[in-house]
């Protein structure tokens, strides 16, 4: 009895292993069969399961974490990596994955961590390349920690809504006007353009554009469009397995004419450009010096490694394609790494893209030149909120200038929970430099008050109010700069009056200034009707300084000094925050300027031929080493409007009106 007892015990045990080794092979079969058809995460799931059965089995948690970071499942992959992470010489550079895979997940002490021991330990070959890598990933690390305290409050990022973002990816922003936007999209499963238009402060659902023509195969995206709106440009990529990835995923570059309504069949871009057996992607043009120039990213040959950032130029007074062979931006901008998605703003002469061997707080962090064709400044990483732990790419300027878009598969403020896929963002350059101001006026006379006292308070949902800032100004007028999404209230007082007060909600995404003006009445005085008050929450809009009911007469803007004594000032637009220094006269007053260009080297002789519209003027940008050069002065919008068409037809097709008020830069005149 004691024997059968044992066989069957024996027996028993046979079978619970032979089931735990069925059960384990066959996750490992289902993982298999996932990953053939391209179900990563699913395939990525069932390869740690059979680990977990099967722990002995380490090639299994070691595929778990490969498809996890391809997913860029970041904390997954790092769990993954974890216990197989000092065994490189079995799993190559398995100890560097797992550290990159802490920093992309913002545990940047830890991955400092891991860095430094993986290095300690590690014997293989290419180890002053390894040693370089780990120095740039620890810097990184170390400039991640300190982010934080150095973001930029003055910029808002926010997360269109459904009518651009999904569960798949959206990437490639253009934003054709402020209110229009193309961008690429994988539901269905292929990359596609669509185009999205802004009705108030929500996005349109977004849609095929018209009349774009038919491609049957492959993914088509990574539109970009010629300045004058004459050409698209687009890549075209071929079908892979697995999830959409732009930057492995091999493209080639493509073309369509706009003809009257509709575009053109494409056209691919010739050999020399789109190179047999390597990607030609991410294009962006301009138009400069009579050339239109394309930027464009690719690994082709000639690089320093990885993806490089190239440009090639044709004529623009040509209708054909016959660009110039591609020249390489050169090793400041590129590096051993990839760098990719170029912008560049013409204005300031500032190229835009993301690189991942630049020293990065995340993977792809979004970083800016200044120069053109192969002379660059030192790239600067632009720091948070712009970039993150994870990956930023795409950063693009609105066509206005006050703000802009970018791609990142960050985790964004509970809309979006996960890293596993992109979504596109919208910011506003200088945190939209939203303000309140207005004007301060006498009701009986409407003469403006000079010296005023000016409160600002928070009003809350309750009711109750916070005072944020009490200050006095002496020019009859006031201004300060506020948060967005909030509720205010403001209260003014001067000698000799009664109190006044309005009340305004800053929550339009599209208004950047908000305010009226203020009546106040002497101490005693009869009651004189006023001017309907907006209702509570109201947002009041100026497009231009408030003004009093009375109409006074106008006045010629006087100068308090000679010209020719140097002064430095600072931008007061939404978009214009930068110290400049000039020896331009310094009026009095609202008058107004044109700006031909910024360079880097100013030469009279170049601008001669607008000489004689008015004086050219010239303002250094300190933090940047750029010198505006502008047509000055004029002290009336019809004046300067007429003067700059006169400038347009010398040549200067980005000029543009600059409002100026007691001789500081306010913003550009739409």
Known sequence: MTRKLLLLLVLSIGFVSLASAQSWRKLKKEAEQAYQEGQLA????????????????????????????????????AEAYR???????????????????????????????????????YTGEGKDILEEIIRNEVAGCRLGMDAPAQADRDVEVLRPGDGINSDKEEFAPFPLSDNELYFSSTVGDRARIYSSRREGSTWGKGEPPRN??????????????????????FTVCSN???????????????????????????????????????????????????????????????????MDLWYASRDLGSDDIDFTFPVNLGPVVNTLGDEVTPFYNVEDQTLYFSSNGHMSIGGFDIFSAIGDEVSWSQPSNLGMPANSSADEYFYILNPSRTGGFFTSNRVFAGEKTSTTQEDIFEFAVGGRRV???????????????????????????DGRETELITRTFN?????????????????????????????????????????????????????????????????????????????????TPTTPAAAGASYTARGRGPNDTFEYQTNAPRHQGTYYKIQLAAVGSFNPERFSNVAALGRVDTELILARG??????????????????????????????????????????KVQ
């Open 435 to 461: 303000m309140v101001k207005g004007n301060v006026y006498d009701r009986q006379s409407g003469e403006p008050i000079n010296d005023i006292s000016v409160a600002l308070y928070q009003v809350f949902d």
């Open 626 to 667: 750029l010198t505006r050069v502008l047509v000055a002065d004029f002290f009336s919008l019809s004046e300067a409007r007429s003067a700059l068409q006169q400038v347009k037809s010398k040549g200067y097709s980005g000029a543009y009106i600059v409002e100026y008020i007691d001789g500081e830069r306010y913003s």
């Open 240 to 306: 892979t397995k697995g999830p959409w990835n732009d930057v492995k995923t091999r493209c080639e570059i493509f073309t369509t004419k706009r003809v009257g309504a509709v575009w053109s069949q494409p056209e691919r871009l010739p050999d020399y450009i789109n190179m047999a057996g390597v990607t030609a992607t991410h294009p962006y043009v301009v138009h400069q010096r009579g050339q239109e120039i394309l930027f464009f990213s690719s690994n082709r040959e000639g690089g320093r490694g990885g």
């Open 83 to 121: 216990p197989i992470k000092e065994k490189n010489s079995e799993f190559p550079l398995v100890g560097l994955k797992y550290a990159r895979c802490l920093k992309q997940d913002g545990q940047y002490d830890r991955a400092i961590t891991e860095f430094e021991a993986f290095m300690s330990s």
């Open 475 to 555: 020019d009859g007028k006031y201004s300060y700069e506020i948060l967005p999404n909030r509720r205010f209230r403001v209260e003014v007082s001067a000698y000799g009056y009664e109190a006044g007060s309005y009340r305004f909600s800053s929550d339009d995404m599209n208004t950047f200034t908000y305010g009226q003006p203020i009546f106040l009445e002497v101490e005693g005085a009869a009651a004189v009707p006023s001017p309907e008050p907006p209702s509570p929450g109201e947002p009041v809009r100026p497009s231009e300084p408030t003004a009093p009911l009375r109409n006074p007469t106008a006045t």
């Open 42 to 77: 699913d395939a990525a799931d069932k390869y740690e399961q059979a680990w977990r059965k099967k722990r002995n089995k380490e090639d299994l948690i070691h595929q778990a974490g490969e498809l996890y970071y391809q997913l860029r499942d970041y904390r997954k992959a």
């Open 212 to 233: 774009f023509p038919v491609i049957q195969t492959g993914h088509f995206c990574n539109g970009a469009m010629a300045p004058d709106g004459s050409r698209l440009y």
